[in-house]
């Protein structure tokens, strides 16, 4: 898929004037998508003896009702464009990483370890090497499928997706095993659960009596450097490139096997980042189901901010957002939170199909624009 | 080990390996179906579970096991629908349309299966049906000829496939629409029709092995049934290079391993069981690390079909 819509590339407007026209375009056919989604949606909460309205009104009133959770939105949004910062990365270069689960598994456990094994530092030290260290563990779950993609031309899809159950039975290893709480050992509960994380390597809480951490800041910042990184440096122009047309950067001598797997492993970095937030920003301990499926939702987020670092800051607050009040929902209407998961298939399903669509739109618009340039001009 | 591997335990293992290899062996070939026409369908581990849910769920209001097939495959159907529509008359990216499917299926089959059954409940699945004569025959026997209908016919499957793909007009056709689709288009073949009977054949044969999952080889159904045996099953159609005498190599090789790996459980061997459960992914990864580079698939997978851009 040519990430870069042809308006991109062809803008035959001299000045450069803020492209509002083209802005509108690529937010529509995301923007419809989730409508169509919450369409079938309402179906679906007929079908199950529910009221749409009612269930969707509970949803609103359960992100913008009340201070918790609206910041709850922040919270689930966070590792959201964490993760879908790498997916956009590897996107770029063309590599459709499906192995966000494993590395936010990766960067979690790596977290809980480090910052166990080092609780004696002070928090300065700590929090920020347990966030390299996370970050180094994601990246590691990326390198594998990455060099087996640039070495041995091994299928990303299907390596991730292997990845992500070899990490999931690892931590399920681990957090019964060495990891597992002393404390639960000791009144034989066995939760498999690790010890609480020190205090200091706790995120600090932006709002207090909130769940709120600064790990939404680091996020942010993330983004934007991702978006210099990837638009403003030599490697971010050259993953691009491998992205768009691997036969001309061959041509132009870039190693595309690198930058290929380079792009896979940044993603896991980016999503092993989410996992080390998790855990030292919201859970302060591993636990089971420390995902929460951020890996596959982070790609719809990824989908649906058009693939690009800046689109995601808003798409990950929406989908954070559409998660808390999946919750809500389905505490208050007794409708299981599945139902959030099938819808955000579709989303997927609509976003890609409706891309078709949006790019010949954009064809027609550059080709009606160069039309009016070679008019105007003598 | 020795005196853990007898004669006895040895039998065991087979038969559950010929058993278990079932859902690879549908599911394989109609992805293999599917991409020799040029579409990567990689939501087959979606359309294995909600078609698993589906069978399950008649099977268990009606008793009766067919009827649980019949919809099994018609959910598969219905998914395959849905992936062509996408994946051929939107052209949208395979990769990626594949993995809605998937959080589709994995959806929807929880949602349903959570609102409709609640709880884990078993139903009497298809029994084993001795072959007269072959099954008496000393431990090939009991191994291969004692076995239930959609064990057998999943094995049938094999030369089947490999007729129609070889020595049949259709075979051919799908082929070419996989090789070059241009070529295809302008000997009056519909590149977009081969590509929606291939994707369709393709995923009722997944919604085959979802259903003969929850039907003939555990007889339950909960959520994440599959634990991502859809997704083995792409990765067997690369090792046995787009081959049904390929595919039934690397699907017996899996489900052998998963055989050992349930029955060292069960004979108490002390390997921690998410190690033994973690086997069957590595093996995929070393699989295709050692296979993908030597094997050549169709030359226009992946690759959506536009008349004139050629």
Known sequence: ????????????????????????????SPLLAILVALLVGAIMLLLLGANPLAAYATMVRGVF???????????????????????????????????????IIAGALMATWFSLQFRTWPGWLLIPATLVMGFLAGAFWGFIPGVLKARLNVNEILSTVMMNAIALQLMNLLVRGPLIDPAGVAAKTYLPQSERLPQQVWLGRLVPQTLLHSGVIIAVLLAVMVYVFLWRTTIGYRIRAVGLSPDASRYAGIPVPFYQALSLTLAGGFAGLAGVIEVIGVQHRLLEGITSGYGFSGIVAALFGGLHPLGLIPASWLFGSLLVGADMMQRAVQVPSALIDTLLGLVVLLVVGSQMWSRRLATRRVIALARKNAEAQP | ???????????????????????YLYAAIGEAISE?????????????????????????????????????????????????????????????????????????????????????KTVVGFQPVRIPLLSDL??????????????????????????????TTWGLRLKAVGQTPAAADSLGVSVDRVRYIAVCVGSMLAGL?????????????????????????????????WRPLGILLGALLFSTVNAFQLWMQVLGVAIPSDVAVMLPYLLTIVVLAFTVSRVRGPAALNKPFERGEH
């Not at chain 2, 003969?212 to 046995?240: D, H, K, R």
């Open chain 2, 36 to 120: 020799i026409s040029g579409v990567v369908n990689l939501g087959v581990d979606g359309i294995m579970l909600l078609s698993a849910y589906g069978a399950f769920f008649v099977a268990l209001n009606t008793g009766n096991l067919w009827l649980g097939l019949l919809t099994g495959a018609l959910v598969g159907v219905a998914m395959g629908l849905l992936m062509a529509f996408i994946s051929v008359t939107l052209k949208a990216e395979q990769g990626i349309s594949g993995i809605g499917l998937y959080m589709f299926g994995l959806g929807l089959s929880s949602l349903l299966f959570k609102t409709t059954i609640g709880t884990v």
């Open chain 2, 1 to 23: 080990m020795s005196e853990i591997i007898t004669s006895a335990v040895l039998i065991g293992i087979l038969t559950s390996a010929i058993r278990l290899a079932t859902p």
């Open chain 2, 138 to 167: 000393p431990f090939l026997g009991e191994v291969l000829f004692d076995q239930s209908l959609p064990v057998y016919s999943a094995f049938l499957l094999v030369p089947l496939a490999w007729f129609i793909l070889e020595k």
């Open chain 1, 65 to 103: 009702g009340s201070m918790s959770g609206f910041t709850q939105s922040l919270v689930k949004a966070t590792p959201l464009l964490l993760v879908g910062l790498g997916i956009c990365i590897a996107f770029r270069a063309s590599m459709i990483n499906i192995g966000g689960e494993g590395q």
């Open chain 1, 1 to 28: 898929m040519p990430p870069d819509s042809a308006s991109d590339t062809l803008r035959p407007t001299r000045k450069p004037v803020f492209d509002w026209q083209g802005l509108l375009l690529r937010a529509a």
């Open chain 2, 209 to 241: 092995a979802g259903a003969s999952l929850s039907l003939a080889l555990v007889n339950l159904f909960q959520e994440n049934l599959t634990a991502g045996q859809g997704f083995i099953a792409v990765a067997l159609v690369y090792f046995g290079g």
